[in-house]
T-cell receptor
């Protein structure tokens, strides 16, 4: 079976750092994606990891450990506009993406 | 990155009718997918749209209810048939290659 877990909700303070975790158990692995989705909008691509390690892209970084079935998305210098849902998705052998339930992040002043 | 145009962006439909959603990609892509996102929830994969052959449906989704066409490598349609209020949702097209997966802006369907 396939299972992707993320926390449902998180709250953080403007200017701080927040880490959103994702654990997965899937049949086959061809990469892990993170998306940001604001209410009423389509998901926006943030990052892609297929090898172990950290990928940094501006204020956002994503980490992958394939042996542990674990990833996290790190958001630095949080801004109010970062309030959104963050979706973890795993690509299996057939190329299709399976999504976790998403983490709603609220950034407070 | 691929640019995906999806239309209509929203529609209100009567029970028992059908809605066809179109997805156009600005470049040829191998993989195209259709997702449903119900209010407050994450994305659920409906099917993989295969070019030149029948779509591959996920558990719980059937061709009679969600017929899909993919005549070429840049275009696909999803039809939601025999609409009921339970079909009210956002439908999203996705496309991309191995390390990419981009989304259209979505179609918000309301069934009355």
């Amino acid at each position: 079976g396939q299972n992707i877990d993320q926390p449902t909700e998180m709250t953080a303070t403007e200017g701080a750092i927040v880490q959103i975790n994702c654990t997965y158990q899937t049949s086959g692995f061809n990469g892990l994606f993170w998306y940001q989705q604001h209410a009423g909008e389509a998901p926006t691509f943030l990052s892609y990891n297929v090898l172990d390690g950290l990928e940094e892209k501006g204020r956002f970084s994503s980490f992958l450990s394939r042996s542990k079935g674990y990833s996290y998305l790190l958001l630095k210098e949080l801004q109010m506009k970062d309030s959104a849902s963050y979706l973890c998705a795993v690509k299996g052998n057939t190329g299709k993406l399976i999504f976790g339930q998403g983490t709603t992040l609220q950034v407070k002043p | 990155s691929a640019v995906i145009s999806q239309k209509p962006s929203r529609d209100i439909c009567q029970r028992g009718t059908s809605l066809t959603i179109q997805c156009q990609v600005d470049s040829q892509v191998t993989m195209m997918f259709w997702y449903r996102q119900q209010p407050g929830q994450s994305l659920t994969l409906i099917a993989t749209a295969n070019q030149g052959s029948e779509a591959t449906y996920e558990s719980g989704f059937v061709i009679d209810k969600f017929p899909i066409s993919r005549p070429n490598l840049t275009f696909s349609t999803l039809t939601v048939s025999n609409l009921s209020p339970e079909d009210s949702s956002i439908y999203l097209c996705s496309a991309g290659e191995s390390s990419e997966a981009f989304f259209g802006q979505g179609t918000r369907l309301t069934v009355v």
